[in-house]
């Protein structure tokens, strides 16, 4: 029986790696993706343009924007001159953020009154426009302190913030470890959902099944090439994470791999009931989107997975991506030890358990 | 080579098309099921506004003081407090994911506070591992932090030490809820999804149904072939993107200050690229399947990844900006945004519509290049 | 006299990324008023031919006119009077028959009264007035045929392409088929058929017989037939096997060709051979040589050089199965029914140990929805098939193990080379290190698929595709072989190694079940079940079929015969 699946396996690598074209399928995806995902998928802000629309003309006002130009996230400052400019600024895109200081501002300062810098933002990126906020907000409580401690007054208290696992809040660091996961997940399916419909389009999957071979053969065939690719690509965005964007892997390589089979079983899982749903490779190529694409939404990559509505979240359990992403990331960046691991792992064990046994059950099912 | 266009020979063409997809149900699917799915989808499942931020406290202090700056916690709407004994359970929280982040109110706390010119540490530890979360622990701890501090100078009757504040105004979107530009910009994607998808598989299934060739051996021309295409898809398009945009103000409750003639215009200038692009690399390959894999990549990553739907196109490396402009997706991102929230802005949509006719020509353009009325 | 139309001069077709020419030097003049037809088996480059005609394909070299203009640089004008039937018919499968003339209408502008008049005249011609709302995808094959053909004639074509319109159709649709285009021919017509049976080239007045992308003979057909003249001769009152027979002569160096033939042999004799001698083939006492008329087939097969002789390699390799006359095969009440439509209706049958059992009937008659629930791969909607008493479909893999499978489409991974083909396949069936080794090299050897063992079976030609097929289906030695429709598109020499093969197979104590669309090729089976509309309208001896219509004028009824005639009977029963 093993060198009947020995069989299956071999012929399913060969199938997969010797074209060239097929080949590149798998490869080419995988670097395209590390060259541009770190770069490309970050919500920080950097570049941008501050405009200010001074209406005060003392010192402070212009100290203070000085500080906020040398910060990264400004690389020019637009200077306005009216209202209309303003609001010209703000609705055509000019400037994501416009700081307005009043007629009083320095003065006021000076004089030990509060004073207040009004920031208009493009509401139309909320997201941006708060994290810009959120800078701003920091360079002027730096200059209130400063100030305070210069005068000698005394700083009742002060917010110390450390960043762990990521201690410069480096998007990379949040992406590749995801990448892992999802470029995994496309390549999964792909292999055995679409090779399953590829059999049966061309008739070779009914060959299989005139054959001694039985389903669980069949699966166990699929599966573990699925597996092996899978893997392969994984050591190589792992290897590139730690050799080229130099993040520290923290945890253990063993857990990490460990924990894959079992992600790679639910999802096998998944391919295979799709593929027994389908009759074309066109039809499992819509069944492998329409599965891939709200799975990666849905992750927790985009966004977490506490932001949804709390039956979504529920739902979202069937996802085996949204528990693998958390076991990568734990793993690579946080050392997060095997008992904790655990609660992560079962939910994939469960799915893969139903998947698998589903598909088992389709394959013997649908040859009526 | 000249192609006139002969009304009679299109119209059939078109009457044929038509025909052919109300009876095609994938068609329909594509067209109407999967875009309303996709769009929940993006209207639930993507939201950037942390309203729910798990937190740790460790309270090493529990002196009064302390307990009232704990209490300015508890009560901030964005934040979700437990408590924990020290800060080791706490660091295991986090790594275990169960807290985002914690705060650490230390022993000497109220201390320091009553210690003249003493000032009081608080400590914030932040999961770095999701920056972005990690940005929200950092705000929504330094509002509550803030508050404390305000009230607690208002309740001894003191002023509190003169300070510069930032008052933030958002424009367009008054409470910064990401959903509002999220699934505008969702629509584009998903736009571009529909568009690729159903063109790409139309040449090609003809090439695979071997219609095409009788198609060929007749007087159509190379002109009427392109149309009869682009058309009928053209209108289930712009069916579908006003479906999207029903669900989003009715369902979603997205407000809508734009026009919707403004939307069509825009919307039509989109599609004609999509459809192009579409159209391009199903003539060019041939074969359905891979016409579809490829308009995914050539479409759906790039809309997602570089149109600045999510990502932020300024903070991106220059070389990768630069790209940015050749995606029509792009435009019609900025457009959508424009439209839903701040309504009709020219100089913005003129910019957009000038870059997404542009593309549309050229999508179209090169397909017609090389539409051959040849099996070569 | 007919005026010359088309005019080919030494054309030539290379595809890009493809080392032979598709078409090699071919020169030709196709005449109005008659038809030409196009014949070759697959590959051959007949639909290549026709594409260049229509101006679908530009030639690498060479010159074609057709009616004094070049179908690459006029090729708006050369529409106009071109009507072209793609293979597979083109019409569009979710549009009904109506739906389908009205836009071929459109495009070439048959408008008003004449579109009126057009129609009620094509509908009448081809029949199909009762079914102009009905789909084209629902149509059965026949119906396609006509309803393609219709639509090739909207707008008066002076020049009619139909490339292998006798795929997938039954034989009275086909024959009634030549009797529509007889007529168009007879209104001063070029039609140009191109096909690959050989028995419709004695049915055009013109042939062009192609192979490998080579003209190999053009003229009239009975010129080509004319040069086996004297030479075909029939063994007639043959007792005793006439497959063993058959073998026996074909072993003889004198012997070019041979085929059975209801109850007699027929042979080709090699140019200049002596007569041949009885005698020495055993051939019963009452046997005796006739002369007989000689075919076209006759002539084809000596022009491809012959055929392949009387032994099979692969029966010399099998060890002997041993084994009674029980029956392994059986099919009681199988039905299966796909919506309201009967695939397979009702049919029973039963195949002893070591006899060829043909299922006979055209495409889509339900052959192979048949031999798929045989095989376990359909669940029967009523009824049972068992093999060796197993039903397939849940019985464990041992059963399986003894079975061999080839299905009708081609079947092997075409993104593996021939040699890991052969390799996963007997690993699938357990052989594995000597014996694996010792499998797969004596299927090399026998198939002679040496030269291609590295590459993908994509670049093969037909007949190594199914060379291969059936070197997959057979490497594990089974006792039962399973054949859908084995022969289909290939040449006749590969056909008849084929036939050797399972002929041999069979005397080691092989069972076979084959289904096939060639009414010659039941001749070779012991018993046979002729299969149309899902039911078996007959079963029993190829000899018990054929006298059954057996007639004073027709004594001697070919199978083809037999089956019309039985066809007509069950739909007058059926009728009344």
Partial sequence: MLSRIASLIVKELQGLLQDRQSRALLIVPVFLQLALFPFAATLEVKNNTLAVFNEDNGGESIELVQRLSRAQAFTQVLDLHSEVDLRRAIDNQEALIVLRFPSDFSRAVLAGRPAAIQAILDGRRSNSAQIVFGYVQQIVQDYNDERTTNRGGPQLSKLVVRYWFNPNLDYVRHIVPSLVAIITTISALIVTSLSVAREREQGTFDQLLVSPLTPGMIMVGKTIPAMLVAMGQATIILSAGVFVYRIPFQGSLLLLYGSMVFYILALAGFGLLISSLCATQQQAFLGVFSFVMPAILLSGFPSPVENMPVWLQYLDWLNPLRHFIVIVKSVFLKDLGAAALLRHLWPLLVIAVGTLGAANWMFRRRLG | ?376 | MSEALVHLDAVRKVFPRSKQPALEGLSAVLFRGRITGLIGPDGAGKTTLMRLMAGLLAPTSGRIQVDGLDPISDPAKLREFIGYMPQKFGLYEDLSVMENLELHADLRGVLGEERITTFKRLLEFTDLSRFTTRFAGKLSGGMKQKLGLACALLGHPRLLLLDEPGVGVDPISRRELWKMVHELVAQGLAVVWSTAYLEEAELCQEVLLMNDGKLIFSGQPQELTSRVHDRSWQIRGVTGSRRQLLARALRRPEVMDGVIQGHNVRLVLRPGSAPLNLGELDAGPRAGLVPVTPRFEDAFIEALGGGPGGDSALAQKLAPVPGNHDTVVEAVDLTKKFGNFAATDHVNFAVKRGEIFGLLGPNGAGKSTTFRMLCGLLTPTSGTARVMGFDLKTSASQARQQLGYMAQKFSQYSNLTVRQNLKFFSGAYGLRGERQRQAVEGMVEIFKLHPYLDTTPDTLSLGFKQRLALACAVMHEPSIVFLDEPTSGVDPVTRREFWTHINGVVEKGVTVVVTTHFMDEAEYCDRIALVFRGKIIAAGTPDQLQDQVATKEHPDPSMEDAFISLVEAETQESSS
């Fill in chain 2, 1 to 376: 080579m000249s192609t006139p266009v002969s009304m009679r020979r299109l119209y059939a063409l078109c009457r044929k098309e038509t025909w052919q997809i109300l009876r095609d149900p994938s068609s329909n699917i594509i067209a109407f099921l999967l875009p309303v799915v996709m769009l929940f989808i993006f209207g639930y499942g993507i939201n950037l506004d942390s309203t729910a931020l798990r937190l740790g406290l460790v309270l090493e202090d529990t002196s009064p003081e302390a307990r009232r700056f704990a209490d300015n916690l508890y009560g901030s709407p964005y934040l979700r407090v437990t408590a924990g004994q020290n800060r080791r359970e706490m660091e295991q929280a986090m790594i275990e994911g169960k807290v985002r982040g914690f705060v650490v109110v230390p022993v000497d706390f109220a201390e320091q506070l009553r210690r003249p010119g003493g000032t009081a540490p608080l400590l914030v530890v932040a999961d770095g591992s999701e920056p972005n979360t990690a940005n929200f622990v950092q705000n929504y701890v330094f509002g509550a932090w803030n508050g404390w501090l305000k009230q607690r100078a208002a309740e001894r009757g003191e002023t509190p030490p003169p300070a510069i504040s930032v008052e933030p105004r958002f424009w367009f979107n008054p409470s910064a809820e990401s959903r509002n530009y999220l699934i505008p910009g969702s629509i584009t994607i998903i736009m571009t999804v529909i568009g690729a998808l159903l063109t790409s598989l139309v040449i090609a299934r003809e090439w695979e149904r071997g219609t095409m060739e009788a198609l060929l051996a007749s007087p159509v021309t190379r002109a009427e072939l392109l149309l009869s295409k682009l058309l009928p898809y053209y209108a289930l398009g712009i069916l579908s993107l006003f479906m999207c945009v029903g669900v989003a103000v009715v369902l979603l409750r997205v407000p809508f200050r734009g026009s919707l003639l403004v939307l069509w215009v825009v919307g039509s200038l989109f599609l004609g690229s999509g459809l192009g692009l579409g159209l391009l690399l199903s003539t060019v390959l041939r074969n359905q399947f891979n016409a579809a894999q490829a308009a995914l990549n050539a479409a759906f990553l790039p809309a997602l990844m570089l149109s600045g739907f999510i990502y932020e196109i300024r903070s991106m490396p220059e070389v990768i900006q630069a790209f940015t402009y050749l995606i029509p997706a792009r435009y019609f991102v900025t457009a959508m945004q424009t439209i839903f929230q701040a309504g009709s802005v020219w100089p913005v949509l003129l910019r957009s519509g000038l870059f997404l006719l542009a593309a549309a020509l050229f999508f179209v353009g090169l397909t017609a290049l090389k539409t051959r009325r040849r099996l070569e």
